[in-house]
């Protein structure tokens, strides 16, 4: 068993807590119990290496008492990727490396310290956000994450007031430390915690506990909502994806929870209520239609709407790979969902010779292209602007020269001026094919 110890307050009093009743436990036990304290360094605070040191001490002194706990800590590498929140990327990585960490120690159960506050302030913060149902039933008391059957996340203290466990770190003369950063306003946990809660509870002495409540009816109301998805979803879903008219015989609430359900289930990604809105009141559901939806495109034909995941540029998919272009055929890509198709032709192509040898790769940026012989190569970016290409038509993989790194051809845009050879002499032209597609995709 393991505790998420990040050393601040709560967790400490969670682990000693656990630590105390292993010991008694074991005593009747044939195979004793260890508790694995499990901390994860973020590299964000200058304290962080402090704390790394505070956690492993502590947890020494209490193995020299007695007490059945070892002090595990991993360091998070990376860095938020562009457009992702500190917060939401230091979240996941501590979720990651938590998870890697008791796998390793051959533990099954990670328990946390959040406590009724925390509760009720999580409530708070998504109503604030105008959060859905999900939302605010808030933490739960069990779960489990990314797929991991092996591992349960448990949260035992949710009921448990804070001045109960602040009782208990006195009581017991704990120590602990202090993050910095839960002082700092620019977190809406923060400004919440320092400038509303305090007239809050003034105000309304039973908020925490209330609130706490309401998280608890939206948690009820969240698995009847999950339930009516299950039963409503398999008569609207055919090979060709969900049934827009059937959908929306429902009633409006099924409908959109039905919707909603199925995009989270295909985009792993809550659905904006305005995508939901637009999709249920659409009355041309017999036109094709693609919009890009989470990580990936949404498609309307024939009554129906599917969804693709999308290869994003830069995406890292595979590494950059060497190819011979340079006779006709079907050059499959697995890795990109699609496959290069080499024809011959007189005119509109490229020399064989220059298809010997190209790099096939995601775009990295920097990247220069030239539209017309006349023109000027410039950034690859700035030609996607102004040919306006949908994001879902500049699929698939770049291809440059392998010896300079000139851009041969780019998905959407087609082959770079640089490299057209001249009419009449015999030459290759190329497609981008997206599997499944009977169809060539829009670069041709
Ligand atoms: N760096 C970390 N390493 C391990 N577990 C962590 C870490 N940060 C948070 N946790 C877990 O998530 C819970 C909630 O996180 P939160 O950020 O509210 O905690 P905290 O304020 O840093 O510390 P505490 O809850 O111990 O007072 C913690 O109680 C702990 O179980």
């Known amino acids: 068993m393991a505790v998420a110890f990040s050393g601040g307050r709560d967790s400490t009093a969670l682990l000693h807590c656990v630590a105390r009743q292993a010991q008694v436990l074991n005593r009747t036990l044939e195979a004793p119990v260890q508790v694995l304290a499990l901390h994860v360094h973020h590299g964000l605070s200058s304290q962080a290496d402090a704390w790394v040191q505070h956690g492993q001490t502590l947890c020494r002194e209490w193995a020299a008492q007695g007490l059945p706990v070892e002090f595990r800590h991993q360091r998070l590498a990376g860095e938020p990727a562009a457009g992702q929140s500190i917060e939401a990327w230091a979240r996941e990585g501590r979720y990651a490396a938590l998870a890697e960490m008791a796998i390793e120690a051959g533990a099954t159960l990670i328990l946390m310290a959040h406590h009724r506050r925390d509760q009720a302030e999580t409530l708070l913060?998504?109503?604030?956000?105008?959060?859905?149902?999900?939302?605010?039933?808030?933490?739960?008391?069990?779960?489990?994450?990314?797929?991991?059957?092996?591992?349960?996340?448990?949260?035992?203290?949710?009921?448990?007031?804070?001045?109960?466990?602040?009782?208990?770190?006195?009581?017991?003369?704990l120590s602990f430390v202090e993050d910095e950063s839960n002082s700092d306003p620019r977190y809406s946990r923060n400004r919440l915690r320092m400038q509303v809660w305090p007239?809050?509870?003034?105000?309304?002495?039973?908020?925490?506990?209330?609130?706490?409540?309401?998280?608890?009816?939206?948690?009820?109301?969240?698995?009847?909502?999950r339930e009516m998805a299950e039963q409503d979803l398999p008569g609207l879903l055919s090979p060709q994806g969900l049934h827009l008219p059937g959908l929306r015989a429902l009633s409006p609430a099924r409908a959109s929870n039905a919707l909603r359900a199925w995009l989270l289930q295909q985009t792993g990604q809550v659905a904006s209520a305005r995508r939901v809105t637009e999709l249920l009141a659409r009355e041309d559901v017999e036109s094709t239609l693609s919009w890009p939806c989470g990580p990936g495109v949404l498609h309307l034909y024939r009554e129906h709407l599917s969804w693709q995941p999308a290869l994003q540029a830069g995406a890292p998919i595979g590494e950059a790979k060497l190819l011979d272009l340079s006779r006709p055929g079907v050059y499959p890509q697995p890795d990109w969902s699609g496959a290069w198709e080499v024809v011959a032709a007189s005119d509109g192509g490229v020399l064989a010779e220059s298809m010997a040898q190209v790099c096939m790769r995601a775009r990295q940026g920097g990247e220069q292209f030239q539209r017309q012989p006349r023109a000027v190569a410039r950034s690859l970016k700035k030609a996607y602007q102004s040919a306006a290409l949908p994001a879902w038509h500049r699929e698939g993989p770049l291809l440059l020269k392998a010896d300079t790194q000139q851009v041969l051809f780019a998905p959407g845009l087609g082959l770079d001026a640089r490299s057209w050879a001249p009419p009449g002499v015999p030459q290759l032209q190329l497609r981008w094919l997206r599997l499944g597609e009977s169809e060539p995709a829009p670069d041709a």
């Open 125 to 173: 913060l998504q109503a604030l956000r105008g959060g859905g149902v999900a939302g605010l039933a808030g933490m739960p008391r069990l779960q489990q994450r990314g797929g991991n059957a092996d591992l349960v996340w448990a949260r035992p203290w949710l009921q448990q007031g804070r001045e109960t466990i602040e009782a208990y770190v006195e009581s017991q003369g």
């Open 199 to 225: 007239a809050l509870a003034e105000a309304f002495p039973a908020a925490e506990r209330s609130l706490a409540l309401g998280a608890q009816w939206a948690q009820q109301a969240l698995a009847l909502q």
